[in-house]
């Protein structure tokens, strides 16, 4: 019988198949990002950068208060707070908490606290209602009743923190309902760095002028961001006086901007990697875009690094 030798197909229909794949993908890519407005790209970064922000109340201040210690006398803070650039004890606004209420229960290990906090800054001015569940234990596992004087023996920390209030500042003011989740571990001194894992949900509205134009925009907004593989040194904190400067990781965030205008109403979806840097700024990345920003986390300051688009170093955009 006479034998037909078949060339192999399938090498050059994967190829064909994958370069269609590209083509694809790069159109979608290019749509959207000529769909989405500069607008709601700047927005999109005031709203993330309060969020994360110590200033404005965002995961940052949050965390400050979940490395707390707290009893019926009122929270201790286990960090030396200096402002960054000055050297000098930082203006936050902890410590002048009021109406505040404190509860333990043995059984679950659960120390409870209520309290209403405001400030009146030169560039912020807050009021809100704050309410923290903290689970203090060793490193057997034990609860610890009597955090502050039993500090050394702290190992982890499981912590849970709403906040719901109003900031203000220069360019941009924002209402908002948020709730925090950290298990913290390696707080005792047998460990340099504490690992954190949680999440963060906020839901809200944000009034921006967010191209300095004195023309004011406006979007409510619903966000989730999880905490993937964040490390805390423990030295840098003490030498700096803050977290913003030993924190490094990274946060996978979901956003979605709503804006109605003569009864329509429009909806915007962004997600994307947001990468602690570990000097007191974060990079926030869109997903399939070129653009990102830089925040700064201890006031939620944001801009633009590069206006050519390249993708900064760290992990690549999707």
């Given at each position: 019988m006479k034998m037909y030798h078949t060339p192999n197909l399938i090498p050059s229909l994967a190829a064909v198949l994958l370069l269609i794949g590209f083509s694809a993908c790069d159109t979608l890519n290019k749509e959207q990002e000529e769909e989405i407005s500069q607008e709601e790209l700047e927005i999109a970064g005031q709203i993330i950068g309060s969020a994360l922000s110590d200033s404005e109340e965002g995961l940052l201040s949050s965390l400050y208060d979940a490395v707390s210690e707290v009893d019926e006398e009122g929270i201790q803070s286990r960090i030396q707070e200096r402002d960054r650039d000055q050297n000098q004890q930082r203006d936050h606004g902890?410590?002048?908490?009021?109406?505040?209420?404190?509860?333990?229960?043995?059984?679950?290990?659960?120390?409870?606290?209520?309290?209403?906090?405001?400030?009146?800054?030169?560039?912020?001015?807050r009021s809100l209602k704050v309410r923290n569940l903290y689970v203090y234990a060793d490193i057997?596992?034990?609860?610890?009743?009597?955090?502050?004087?039993?500090?050394?023996?702290?190992?982890?920390?499981?912590?849970?923190?709403?906040?719901?209030?109003?900031?203000?500042?220069?360019?941009?003011?924002?209402?908002?309902?948020?709730?925090?989740?950290?298990?913290?571990?390696?707080?005792?001194?047998?460990?340099?760095?504490?690992?954190?894992?949680?999440?963060?949900?906020g839901n809200g509205e944000m009034n921006a002028d967010i191209?300095?134009?004195?023309?004011?925009?406006?979007?409510?907004?619903?966000m989730e961001m999880n905490l993937e593989d964040i490390r805390i040194d423990k030295e840098t904190v003490k030498e700096n006086g803050n977290l913003e400067d030993g924190i490094s990781g990274?946060?996978?965030?979901?956003?979605?901007?709503?804006?109605?205008?003569?009864?329509?109403?429009?909806?915007?979806?962004?997600?994307?990697?947001?990468?602690?840097?570990?000097?007191?700024?974060?990079?926030?990345?869109?997903?399939?875009?070129?653009?990102?920003?830089?925040?700064?986390?201890?006031?939620?300051?944001?801009?633009?690094?590069?206006?050519?688009?390249?993708?900064?170093?760290g992990r690549p955009r999707s």
């Amino acid at each position: 019988m006479k034998m037909y030798h078949t060339p192999n197909l399938i090498p050059s229909l994967a190829a064909v198949l994958l370069l269609i794949g590209f083509s694809a993908c790069d159109t979608l890519n290019k749509e959207q990002e000529e769909e989405i407005s500069q607008e709601e790209l700047e927005i999109a970064g005031q709203i993330i950068g309060s969020a994360l922000s110590d200033s404005e109340e965002g995961l940052l201040s949050s965390l400050y208060d979940a490395v707390s210690e707290v009893d019926e006398e009122g929270i201790q803070s286990r960090i030396q707070e200096r402002d960054r650039d000055q050297n000098q004890q930082r203006d936050h606004g902890r410590g002048s908490e009021s109406q505040y209420e404190y509860t333990y229960d043995p059984e679950t290990g659960q120390h409870l606290v209520w309290f209403i906090r405001k400030f009146e800054g030169p560039y912020v001015s807050r009021s809100l209602k704050v309410r923290n569940l903290y689970v203090y234990a060793d490193i057997s596992g034990r609860f610890i009743e009597f955090p502050k004087r039993q500090q050394d023996r702290i190992e982890t920390i499981d912590y849970k923190g709403t906040r719901e209030g109003i900031t203000e500042g220069p360019y941009r003011s924002n209402r908002f309902y948020r709730f925090d989740q950290f298990y913290l571990e390696g707080l005792s001194d047998a460990s340099r760095i504490i690992t954190l894992r949680g999440s963060h949900l906020g839901n809200g509205e944000m009034n921006a002028d967010i191209l300095r134009r004195d023309v004011v925009t406006n979007r409510t907004y619903e966000m989730e961001m999880n905490l993937e593989d964040i490390r805390i040194d423990k030295e840098t904190v003490k030498e700096n006086g803050n977290l913003e400067d030993g924190i490094s990781g990274f946060i996978s965030y979901r956003l979605t901007m709503t804006r109605t205008i003569n009864g329509e109403t429009k909806e915007r979806n962004l997600s994307g990697i947001i990468e602690l840097t570990g000097d007191g700024t974060a990079l926030l990345r869109f997903d399939k875009l070129r653009e990102f920003f830089r925040i700064g986390l201890a006031t939620g300051s944001v801009d633009r690094p590069d206006s050519s688009g390249d993708t900064p170093p760290g992990r690549p955009r999707s």
